[in-house]
């Protein structure tokens, strides 16, 4: 099967992967894991951190419950790894309740760029330094065909997946030359255990004939983490500052 992990290709790296109880997290740190990689995992959810540890008894995981909107989290994360990190796979994020901009609270919004944009920040600023001096690593970013696009989520959810890709591309800019590769994949629908409930009755008139018509089958997590490890692996040399849809052909439409 194609989405089968790659025996050997994460042998003495360490790798940080964020949001990794559930979903799309989840999926990378296992297949990381059984792909050889030391996996530093975390998660709001120490429930579902230990699930993941008995999941994966005998590889290479230790794992931190926290917020990754904080800066202790990030401190600890990278304290975790020994001080260098050779992947960071940025995953956690969440949703808005599909409100649109003349609906927006102040709350909604600053905790949806604090997780899905502010964390990215701080994690990729954490793990840069030995990177530059290891003269290798790779980032990846998980944004969003929110991100290419209004029509597919709330107005604070679409803001912050578009500032992951510019925040990706401008990474890249900046440090490819130094052997650090920064990219991103932009979902479609996946299963995943986020809870995305329409909070506007506007914005559901509004979204729903786009969706009902346009957005492919759902994907797996699993399919997700395909993509990611790949792009976090050295199979991808020569990419860097890419945004790789991941959508079962939605940005085609």
């Known amino acids: 099967m194609a989405m089968e992990p790659t025996p050997g290709r994460f042998v003495d790296k360490t790798a940080i992967v964020t949001g990794a109880g559930s979903g799309i997290g989840r999926a990378t740190a296992v297949r990381l894991a059984k792909e050889g990689a030391r996996v530093i995992a975390t998660d709001l959810s120490a429930e579902r951190l230990q ?20 800066q202790s ?8 790894a020994g001080g260098h990190v050779d ?29 899905n944009v502010t964390a990215i920040m701080r994690l990729t600023r954490a793990v840069l330094p030995s990177m530059i001096t290891a003269g290798h690593g790779s980032i990846v970013n998980v944004a969003s065909e929110a991100g290419m696009r209004g029509s597919a989520a709330g107005t604070a959810y679409t803001t912050s997946k578009h500032a992951v890709i510019g925040f ?22 996946v299963a995943t255990n986020i809870e995305a409930p329409f909070k506007s009755q506007f914005a559901g008139e509004r979204l729903g004939p786009f969706m ?4 492919p089958p759902i994907a797996t997590a699993e399919e997700l983490a395909a993509a990611i490890t790949w792009l976090l692996s050295d199979d991808s040399t020569n990419v860097s500052g890419a945004v790789l849809p991941s959508d079962g052909g939605w940005a085609a439409i």
């Not at 699930?51 to 904080?70: A, M, N, Q, R, Y």
């Not at 989290?73 to 975790?80: Q, R, S």
């Not at 009902?212 to 957005?215: A, D, G, H, L």
């Open 51 to 70: 699930e993941l540890s008995t999941h994966l008894e005998g590889l290479d995981l230790k794992t931190i419950t926290g917020d990754v909107s904080d």
């Open 73 to 80: 989290t990030v401190d600890a994360l990278l304290e975790a």
């Open 168 to 189: 990706t591309k401008s990474t890249a800019f900046f440090y490819t030359p130094n052997g650090i590769r920064c990219n991103a994949v932009a979902p479609g629908g």
């Open 212 to 215: 009902q018509v346009n957005v």
């Open 87 to 115: 992947a960071l796979a940025n995953v956690a994020g969440i949703m808005d309740g599909f409100l649109p901009p003349a609906e927006i609270d102040d709350e909604t919004w600053l905790r949806v760029m604090d997780v």
